[in-house]
T-cell receptor, first 118, second 112 residues
Framework: DTGVSQDPRHKITKRGQNVTFRCDPI?????LYWYRQTLGQGPEFLTY????????KSRLLSDRFSAERPKGSFSTLEIQRTEQGDSAMYLC????????????????FGEGSWLTVV | QQQVKQSPQSLIVQKGGISIINCAYE??????FPWYQQFPGKGPALLIA?????SEKKEGRFTISFNKSAKQFSLHIMDSQPGDSATYFC???????????FGTGTRLQVFP
């Protein structure tokens, strides 16, 4: 399967602990996104990368959150000092931008990483 | 601020019927409108998408109707099947910002 891969799929952690999620995008995709989804809601944008450059961060991403894409391939999302409000599904997505605006941007999502903070 | 409004919140349809989900947007800068299907415990899967230069796009049993002047678009599922039971999200994106803005979702249940 060559889709977006996320690991781990489920994580239960105690409040105050740090957690890290990994995302492997579709091969050759130059854009990688992180979204967060809570129960009964649509996904909300957190941040995205063009190759290794982080282009934008949402105001939802507090200082406790950090994302990296060091070699322009896989990405990690780390949450420090987790809080119960961080419990959600963290979705990674990727796309291939081939040209300027309107050149096409089909965004594919992974299966998500469920985080439960107890 | 809810930039993409989706309705209904839930929908029950009999097998073989037509399912219709509606979305409205506010930002005229949006220029790409995808629909995603999500099963419990899974990530959203792209179903069909449309750009505002066309009024309709059909792929198999799924059709998007787009009304640019009204800033509305809808998903029609023809001959609905129990396997279509899932949550459907409309979304909108501006290529300038490259951020998908999702609706709140519609839970579709198709009964045999």
């Amino acid at each position: 399967d060559t889709g977006v891969s996320q690991d781990p799929r489920h994580k239960i952690t105690k409040r105050g602990q740090n957690v890290t999620f990994r995302c492997d995008p579709i091969s050759e995709h130059n854009r990688l996104y992180w979204y967060r989804q809570t129960l009964g809601q649509g996904p909300e944008f957190l941040t995205y990368f063009q190759n290794e450059a982080q282009l934008e961060k949402s105001r939802l991403l507090s200082d406790r959150f950090s994302a990296e894409r060091p070699k322009g391939s896989f990405s990690t999302l780390e949450i420090q000092r987790t809080e119960q409000g961080d419990s959600a599904m963290y979705l990674c997505a990727s796309s291939q931008i081939t040209g300027g605006p309107h050149s096409g941007n089909t965004i594919y999502f992974g299966e998500g990483s469920w985080l439960t903070v107890v | 601020q809810q930039q993409v409004k989706q309705s209904p919140q839930s929908l029950i349809v009999q097998k073989g019927g037509i399912s219709i989900i509606n979305c409205a947007y506010e930002n005229t800068a949006f220029d790409y409108f995808p629909w995603y299907q999500q099963f419990p415990g899974k990530g959203p899967a792209l179903l069909i998408a449309i750009r505002p230069d066309v009024s309709e796009k059909k792929e198999g049993r799924f059709t998007i109707s787009f009304n640019k002047s009204a800033k509305q678009f809808s998903l029609h599922i023809m001959d609905s099947q129990p396997g279509d039971s899932a949550t459907y999200f409309c979304a909108a994106l501006s290529y300038n910002t490259d951020k998908l803005i999702f609706g709140t979702g519609t839970r579709l249940q198709v009964f045999p």
